[in-house]
T-cell receptor, first 114, second 111 residues
Framework: NAGVTQTPKFQVLKTGQSMTLQCAQDMNHNSMYWYRQDPGMGLRLIYYSASEGTTDKGEVPNGYNVSRLNKREFSLRLESAAPSQTSVYFC?????????????FGEGSRLTVL | RKEVEQDPGPFNVPEGATVAFNCTYSNSASQSFFWYRQDCRKEPKLLMSVYSSGNEDGRFTAQLNRASQYISLLIRDSKLSDSATYLCVVNGNNQGGKLIFGQGTELSVKP
């Protein structure tokens, strides 16, 4: 079982460049999430998608856009990267049918913006 | 005030010790509570859910206090392998919606 797969695992960008982080899950989960993790800050929710066709802002959505392409895939786009977006990004999914339930995470994407 | 707050630690304890972590949350409408474990540079993984009646899984016990809006995690007979960061997770005020993480409590168990 692949579970939640994120790509790329590592990326270095220059300020102003754009990129998309891809996430796919093979567990037929309804809900998907993007978090970022910074030292001493824990995980902060960027965007989430409770079900296919819906997306909602989390705690720190500024500078990001998301697309729930289908039930399996949820991508995160940085239109104009800034050094403050240097972080580890985690995608997660959950059944979401009766409450949030257990989150299953990808291995993370480490992004550095110079 | 942060929605979910934890003591970041680190907690340094000897093997065999009992250690307790607390977590406070600000949204009284929250319905779902969890403890996750995160090893260094790895993804978080569910340790246990926290039910109103409390629950126990081996050496781990989780409690919920709705009146005071905090949850706790007790680890008995600590093992070296328990060294990790423990994350408190609470849902927002709409079921199936956002899950909010605390900043995590670091535990280091020493021989």
């Amino acid at each position: 079982n692949a579970g939640v797969t994120q790509t790329p695992k590592f990326q270095v960008l220059k300020t102003g460049q754009s990129m998309t982080l891809q996430c796919a899950q093979d567990m037929n989960h309804n809900s998907m999430y993007w978090y970022r993790q910074d030292p001493g800050m824990g995980l902060r929710l960027i965007y989430y998608s409770a079900s296919e066709g819906t997306t909602d802002k989390g705690e720190v959505p500024n500078g990001y856009n998301v697309s729930r392409l289908n039930k399996r895939e949820f991508s995160l786009r940085l239109e104009s990267a800034a050094p403050s977006q240097t972080s580890v990004y985690f995608c997660a999914s959950s059944k979401g049918d009766r409450g949030p339930g257990e989150l299953f995470f990808g291995e993370g994407s480490r992004l550095t913006v110079l | 005030r942060k929605e979910v707050e934890q003591d970041p630690g680190p907690f340094n304890v000897p093997e065999g010790a009992t250690v307790a972590f607390n977590c406070t949350y600000s949204n009284s409408a929250s319905q779902s509570f969890f403890w996750y474990r995160q090893d260094c540079r790895k993804e978080p993984k569910l340790l246990m859910s926290v039910y109103s009646s409390g629950n126990e899984d081996g050496r781990f016990t989780a409690q919920l206090n709705r009146a005071s809006q905090y949850i706790s995690l007790l680890i008995r007979d600590s093992k070296l392998s328990d060294s990790a960061t423990y994350l408190c997770v609470v849902n927002g005020n709409n079921q199936g919606g956002k899950l909010i993480f605390g900043q995590g409590t670091e535990l280091s168990v020493k021989p």
